[in-house]
């Protein structure tokens, strides 16, 4: 797909339901007691994985659109599923199931694409292995085999700030014996945290760790999914990058363990407002307006990271078109997504022009240099497509994205909803 530069982008949009809080409603739904009424699922191919997931384990689940049902069957009603569960590209998918599956009383195998089975899961094997569970991986990556075993809560110290990691060790907490704890270097999105506990478990936290007790029962509830932030991720860079623009960013989910976003682009000196913010049962979120500003270069690093960590990539092509150095530090993480975040958006940055700089665990950006079209390979992820039509829209010349379509994996509808705004 090509994308060339665009005199401004103005109007509103209204991004898709949020996809680690769409994961984790049909999972915490599928393992509860009575319907779950999801409202503003994500309908992205990383969200179906889940749902097709479940549905092999014999859980009834309605999809209409926007809205899902799941009729849950209990934390012990998941049937042994006749084949390989496929969580397809999700890595959401694979590491919160395997928090569940660990103790079941069955064995199953989990895999996904090519992507997936490059993906480290000694991660969550590990942690998941002290609790008592029985996990064989294929030199720590997918195919997972488990077979279900009677657990044990631990208090894990996970060297890394993961919600994944700490999703899939809190799922198994809620069988296992005894109490759970997950301690982070820093606190990742809590989005289990407020769902578990709007579904009736006793799960709370105490400055990085979170703690889990077992659980009899989880009780279905209704969930209102908020916009994705991190889809809106490359509404608000464009809208702040691109000379003319005005963009209103309708139903954003705002929790403070993902915005991230927003602080650091108001630190780059960004026009950003809250138009209304509301309280959605414990996520909130607000329609958020942003302008076309002066930016300037920035630190991000630390505690910041985890909050921000899958928009990194549009805030470097950001960065590009900010005045001064903008250093990201503590992001070693993004070598281990969909790609090698970390070297993809160096090298395709530099393709474009770029003055960027790959470090051991980040990139320094000196922005201000006007970047040219490129042909730039996505390698499938849908963060680097997004991030490369965004840039595109602001290069001289014309960009081509290659593998564009990957977009589906969190996001069908981008391209539509961004050309609906460009002047
Ligand atoms: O689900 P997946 O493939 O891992 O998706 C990504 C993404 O960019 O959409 C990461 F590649 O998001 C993760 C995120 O990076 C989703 C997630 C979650 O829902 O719990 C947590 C983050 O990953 P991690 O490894 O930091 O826990």
Partial sequence: MKFSKVRGLRGEVLVPGDKSISHRSVMFGAISEGNTEIYNYLQGADCLSTISCFRKMGIEIENNGDNVTVHGKGMRGLNRPDCVLDCGNSGTTIRLISGILAAQDFDVTLTGDASIQKRPMGRITEPLSLMGADITSVNGCAPLRIAGKRLHGIHYTSKVASAQ????????????????????????????????????????????????????????????????????????????????????????????????????????????????????????????????????????????????????????????????????????????????????????????????????????????????????????DHRIAMTFAVAGLCAEGETEVLGAECVNISYPNFYGDLERLMR
Wanted: aromatic share 4%.
């Fill in 165 to 380: 990691v700490k999703s899939a060790i809190l799922l198994a907490g809620l069988y296992g014996e005894g109490e759970t704890r997950v301690t982070e270097p820093y606190v990742s999105r809590n989005h289990s945290e407020i769902m578990l506990k709007h579904f009736g478990a006793d799960v709370r936290a105490e400055g990085t760790t979170a703690i889990v007790q077992p659980a009899r029962e989880l009780l279905g509830n209704v969930v209102r999914v908020p916009g994705d932030i991190s889809s809106a991720a490359f509404f608000i860079c464009a809208g702040l990058m691109i000379p003319n623009s005005e963009i209103l960013i309708r139903n954003v989910g705002i929790n403070p363990t993902r915005s991230g976003i927003l602080k650091v682009c108001r630190d780059m000196g960004a026009d950003i407002r809250f138009l209304n913010e509301y309280d959605g049962d414990g996520e909130p979120a607000a329609d958020v307006l942003v302008k076309s500003s002066s930016l300037h270069g920035t630190t991000i690093s630390g505690e910041m990271i985890p909050a921000l960590i899958d928009e990194i990539p549009v805030i470097a092509a950001m960065a590009c078109f900010a005045q001064g150095e903008t250093v990201i530090r503590d992001a070693a993480e993004l070598k281990v997504k969909e790609s090698n975040r970390l070297e993809v958006m160096v090298n395709s940055l530099t393709a474009m022009g770029a003055d960027v700089t790959e470090t051991e665990d980040g990139m320094i950006i000196r922005g201000g240099n006007m970047l040219h079209g490129a042909v730039i390979d996505s390698r499938l």
